[in-house]
């Protein structure tokens, strides 16, 4: 489990493909403290460390992840937020955030506002998940808070820290993003359907 407070971001370093794997090479500065086994969220998708060489590691992601993440377009040179699994003595300073990402996003608008940034995000709302006004939803791990929630689109408001701590500084018109929902509104709405 995961609360989408971004430790730090990564840099690939190196990607091979596997038959339908994808191994991905990263470097952060905290590399020396994991180990092997260790979940930790990569753009909010729970990857398991399977090598560790120096300053870098290496994760692996499965087909199926790479279909339904941002993972299968990352290339040498990309940043991708990280965060380690939550202790259990930790303060929950996010929301609960699973590390299943459920659906990509595309970047559909950036604009500031004073000194800050808001960013809106059109997703496919056929896939059943929706968000709600004020409600929590992680974006590439992020955990924030939904503004100007609509049918298949939502904004966020990120405060200079955010921006410059998480890889929200390189999103442009255009960039694919990944989603997971706030998983008590997913639960509600698997409720919802089956009692409706």
Not at 63 to 79: A, M, P, R
Request: charged share 20%; glycine share 8%; aromatic share 8%.
């Amino acid at each position: 489990m995961f609360s989408g407070i971004i430790e730090t971001t990564a840099r690939v370093v190196a990607i091979r493909e596997d038959q339908g794997n994808r191994h991905i090479v990263l470097e952060c500065p905290f590399t020396q403290e994991l180990k092997i086994d260790q979940s930790i969220a990569h753009n909010g998708v729970c990857l398991t460390v399977v090598a560790i060489d120096g300053p870098q590691y290496t994760v692996t992601a499965i087909h199926e992840t790479l279909i339904k993440s941002n993972l299968g377009q990352l290339k040498e040179g990309d940043w991708v937020n990280i965060e380690r699994s939550m202790r259990p003595d930790a303060l929950l300073d996010g929301h609960i955030v699973q590390g299943h990402v459920d659906q990509t996003a595309t970047c559909t608008a950036i604009s500031e506002a004073d000194g800050s940034w808001y960013y809106t995000f059109e997703y496919d709302a056929a896939s059943g998940n929706i968000t709600v006004e004020k409600g929590s939803i992680a974006v590439n791990g992020v955990s924030l808070t939904v503004v100007n929630s609509q049918k298949g689109s939502f904004q966020v408001a990120i405060i200079p820290y955010t921006y410059e701590h998480t890889n929200f500084h390189t999103f442009r018109v255009g960039t694919v993003v990944n989603l997971e929902f706030d998983i008590v509104g997913k639960y509600i709405a698997k409720l919802m359907k089956q009692y409706v």
